[in-house]
């Protein structure tokens, strides 16, 4: 990462100073090599977006938001399992969709699919 692909990422009211802004970019640069492929945008992202406001906002606050947000993110997955399992039970016993062609469909393995059904 360049300077002003950082300064364009952060906008204009970032609140950082000149040392501030080069530490951010060392980190920005670690974050790049930790997350080198193109599918881990997402992370890069997040990592740099935490290195930011270490930066500007206090600790505590910063680590509660990630903390909440990996809680919601866990009950969605637990939600949509549960979902997923009632779909199995029902559209895979009753034949409207194969075990395979449910775990397509879902974007999970056979295995998984065949415990949900008790198998």
Known sequence: MQLHELEAWLGDNHGLNED??????????EIEERYPDQDDQAERDAALSVAYR???EPAE????????????????EAAASAGLRQ?????VQDGKLSE???????NVDRMTVRKWLGK
Do not use: H, M, P
């Not at 501030?20 to 640069?29: F, I, K, N, S």
């Not at 606050?61 to 969605?76: K, M, N």
């Not at 395979?100 to 879902?106: D, I, Q």
């Open 20 to 29: 501030e802004l080069t530490e951010l970019l060392d980190e920005a640069r």
């Open 61 to 76: 606050d910063v680590v509660a938001d990630f903390s909440q947000q990996r809680t919601a993110a866990r009950v969605a």
């Open 100 to 106: 395979a062609g449910f775990a397509r469909t879902a």
């Open 54 to 56: 270490l930066k500007v």
């Open 87 to 91: 779909a199995a039970g029902l559209l």
